[in-house]
């Protein structure tokens, strides 16, 4: 996986930080590529500080949808992942649009998928 510091650069999605360690990283997204997000590096692409409490080690999962532009995700932890404020269910792979803001844990890890 690549990490994009200019946004003028183009592909198909990515995971842009809002806050937390990865304020402004940009995670390019391929084609139908699942990105997990956890504390956890033998499972997550993107790593949260092992101090985050409040992320689980593999919190939740990230996929883009070529055909569709969307994303899904995917909540697997204890504290929650929240889409524009409302919380996932754990363990079912929500559709959400591009331009969501999503948040694990609490607003500290923020990011909007684009």
């Keep these: 996986m690549k990490i994009f510091k200019k946004s003028g650069d183009v592909f198909v999605g990515a995971i842009m ?43 939740c999962t990230v996929r883009g949808d070529a055909k569709t532009g969307s994303y899904s995700v995917t909540d697997y932890s204890t504290n929650g992942t929240f889409i524009n404020g409302e919380r996932l269910p754990k363990g079912i792979a929500v559709s959400v649009p591009r331009g969501s803001v999503m948040y694990i844990g609490n607003r500290d890890n923020t990011f909007k998928l684009n």
């Design 17 to 59: 930080g809002v806050s937390g360690a990865y304020a402004d990283a940009i995670f390019r997204i391929d084609p139908n590529e699942n990105i997990t997000i956890g504390r956890d590096p033998k499972t997550s692409q993107i790593v949260v500080d092992e101090g985050c409490e409040l992320v689980s080690r593999t919190h």
